[in-house]
């Protein structure tokens, strides 16, 4: 009755019932005119549209279960575009001493390190092998030396780059893992059994 009455030619999304199962249609509906110019009724052109429903459904809850794991991680995670920072979730403006948010994705990769890895590399040169060797072959996993900004201290973390298509633009994700506590661990168990083999050669 409305494209009758004002002339105008309208679509509509809307779900329907078919035998017993919710189904989205698109409808285009136009006036329909005799030669005369009268329109005497509405021509309806119907696109079935629940398959890009359901895929659209689906990945809207891929992503709100992507964000709710990506916001919940006690690791920090990251996402680079290139060598810049895109987002990252609370864990990492923690580990990393940062304000926010918006001060962690100023950061190069490098400003997040010292200026040498232990191997003797400078952090720069390393951080761009591995972002090369990730986008490459899909994941580069190892370990890093890291440093808090607020206080320039460094850490041993443990490092995971796996590349994600985002908008079909290929983008590292990378996880650090915090392994001050089992690095010291490491040490404190490596001192103790070196004092009990003292102690049995002693006996």
């Not at 973390?157 to 290929?170: C, E, G, I, P």
Request: aromatic share 6%; proline share 3%; hydrophobic share 40%.
């Amino acid at each position: 009755r409305a494209v009758m009455a004002d002339g105008k030619p309208t679509t509509i999304e809307e779900p329907y019932l078919v035998a017993g199962k919710k189904c989205w249609i698109r409808t285009i509906k136009v006036p329909y005119r005799v030669q005369q110019g009268q329109i005497v009724g509405v021509l309806g052109i119907f696109e079935d549209l629940t398959e890009r429903k359901q895929t659209e459904q689906a990945l809207a809850g891929a992503e709100t279960t992507y964000r709710v794991l990506f916001e919940s991680s006690r690791d920090a995670v990251m996402i680079f575009d290139g060598n810049f920072v895109v987002d990252c979730n609370a864990a990492t403006v923690g580990m990393f001493g940062c304000r926010d948010r918006a001060e962690f994705c100023t950061k190069h990769p490098a400003d997040l390190s010292p200026a040498l890895q232990p191997c003797g590399t400078d952090s720069l040169t390393l951080v761009d092998r591995h972002f090369a060797k990730a986008l490459t072959e899909g994941e580069d996993h190892f370990e890093w030396t890291h440093k808090r900004l607020e206080t320039n201290e460094t850490f041993p973390a443990d490092v995971l780059l796996s590349r994600l298509l985002l908008d079909d633009r290929a983008v590292l994700q990378a996880t650090v893992r915090d392994l001050t506590k089992s690095k010291r661990h490491e040490q404190e168990t490596a001192v103790l059994k070196e004092q009990i083999q003292m102690a049995s050669k002693m006996e």
